[in-house]
């Protein structure tokens, strides 16, 4: 059959055939009108594709090696020759960058390695070792249209239902999918320990991170646990490499009977992150640690520097904006950055409870951290509409009855109403600091160097999984922060 001669009951057998191995390394402009993804080929209304196919092959990463027609054969040992050599590396990293547009801007000052739509292509095939049984598109549930998945694992051995949102559907269902696989390889650690004491080990010369300033479970006491024996991991210090440990519990999201080696920390996933790279996981871990810090300290305090949201000018934040305005949930925001100086963004979302059509759906909050405090506000923004349609959808199994009833709470979300409408000063977006993204690696020097210089001691970084089979997962420690529960012990200089 020659290429003029595709009719269309073959344009799915050559996707098929050809898919899987064209979305490892050939992007949208690579393959023109033939964009492949998912292990298909989506090719409009190009029948001819044999022609185009080898049109690109001749011009394209393959350069001469195919020829003239692409024959798997040939396919197959072009690939086994380049996929191992640095020219591949580096072009692999130019695909995933080449795209112009909405999509480049916001992968690269997000620090995102990939767009989501390759991230996803990439992992997806993960989710039956995992466990994950459903993908599940949410969004229609609320008004505001904000893509919200969830990502289903009945077996876990923590939260069975991971959430994730995003400003389009490849977004959400990427951030859900990631967040699904970076618990599971919490829930599954494979790390070598040893049981000690952290007296018994620094007095044999191992470097360990002191239990009394890590968070405590809610019930344990204060201080005098450095005598007490558990199970410990090997980290390293983000600074200077060196091996540290740190106690298992720290890191496991094993929450079954039995798991437990120091039941008096608090165990959660604050820290925990996944990324296409090492530096684009460690990026996002280290934010995490520093928005819950700040978060507390926040709430804490009475520190009060509510945005005024006429003064956002950058365009992704705006449409989010005009889209709460549209359908009738107001919106307040505040910068909570700390004394780490990275910029930490917290926002409330609430309907209006005077009106006739209110019906009870709370009060959420987001929260987030991103060197560019327009990514942090869009990123706050999201996720306060994520925990509204998570206690609209009620799959998440971590939503209590008393959570559940307080969202319905009137009374409750006509006082805070009537406290966001009080009079008071209001912040100029552009006022709160920022710093220029310049992708995942730079950014976290720019993180780790603000928490040292806030006066945290150290931080510890855990690789809970590298990058082969799997999306990089890594647990970010750093002694003296607030988690979500507090801390044992206050860094000093706070």
């Excluded at 059959?1 to 490892?24: C, E, K, Q, R």
């Excluded at 929260?367 to 609209?392: H, M, N, S, W």
């Excluded at 001691?457 to 999984?465: G, K, L, N």
Aim: aromatic share 6%.
């Amino acid at each position: 059959m020659t290429s003029d001669a595709v009719d269309a009951p073959f344009a799915g057998l050559i996707p098929v055939l050809v898919g899987n191995w064209l979305n490892h390394f050939m992007s949208v402009r690579t393959l023109g009108a033939i964009h492949c993804t998912m292990h298909r080929v989506e090719v409009g209304s190009h029948v001819r594709i044999g022609q185009k196919l080898r049109a690109q092959c001749r011009s394209g990463v393959f350069g001469e090696v195919v020829g003239s027609r692409c024959r798997g054969r040939l396919l197959r040992k072009a690939f086994r020759e380049r996929r191992g050599s640095r020219m591949f590396r580096q072009e692999r990293r130019a695909l995933c960058r080449r795209r112009g547009g909405r999509e480049a801007r916001l992968t690269e000052r997000s620090g995102r390695a990939c767009p989501a739509d390759e991230t996803f292509a990439r992992f997806r095939r993960l989710m039956p070792s995992a466990g994950v049984t459903r993908l599940a598109d949410v969004t229609g549930l609320d008004v505001l249209g904000i893509s919200v998945y969830l990502a289903v694992r009945p077996g876990a051995r923590s939260l069975a239902v991971s959430v994730g949102k995003g400003m389009d559907t490849a977004s959400a269902r990427t951030a859900a999918l990631m967040e699904s696989l970076e618990v599971w390889r919490a829930e599954n650690l494979d790390t070598p320990g040893q049981v000690a004491s952290f007296r018994e080990l620094t007095d044999n010369g191992i470097t360990a991170v002191d239990p009394d300033t890590l968070p405590l479970a809610l019930d344990a006491e204060p201080t005098g646990h450095r005598q007490r024996r558990a199970t410990w991991i090997p980290g390293s210090d983000v600074s200077s490499g060196r091996r540290v440990w740190v106690p298992l519990d720290v890191v496991s999201l094993d929450f079954r009977l039995g798991s437990l080696t120091a039941p008096w920390l608090a165990r959660n996933s604050n820290g925990l992150a996944s990324g296409n790279t090492r530096p684009e996981a460690l990026l996002h871990a280290l934010c995490e640690v520093i928005e819950r810090d700040a978060e507390w300290r926040w709430r804490t305090s009475d520190d009060e520097r509510r945005i005024a949201l006429d003064t956002v000018r950058d365009a992704e934040c705006r449409r989010l904006l005009d889209r709460f305005a549209a359908h009738g949930v107001y919106v307040a925001a505040w910068d909570i950055t700390s004394a780490v100086g990275l910029p930490v963004v917290g926002c409330v979302i609430l309907s209006n409870p005077n009106l006739a059509e209110w019906f009870g759906t709370g009060v959420h909050d987001g929260f987030c951290c991103r060197p560019d405090p327009a990514v942090a506000l869009a990123g706050a923004l999201q996720e306060a509409a994520q925990k509204k349609l998570t206690y609209i959808s009620g799959s998440r199994d971590d939503v209590t009855r008393e959570e559940m009833a307080r969202a319905h709470d009137t009374g409750l979300v006509q006082r805070v109403w009537d406290d966001l409408h009080v009079g008071g000063e209001r912040t100029d977006f552009a006022t709160v600091r920022s710093y220029t993204p310049h992708g995942a690696g730079s950014d976290v020097a720019v993180a780790a160097e603000a928490l040292l210089r806030a006066g945290f001691e150290r931080i510890v970084v855990v690789e809970v999984a590298g990058a082969h089979p799997g999306p990089w997962v890594v647990k970010a420690v750093v002694p003296g922060a607030y988690g979500p529960y507090g801390s044992a012990l206050a860094p000093s200089g706070h």
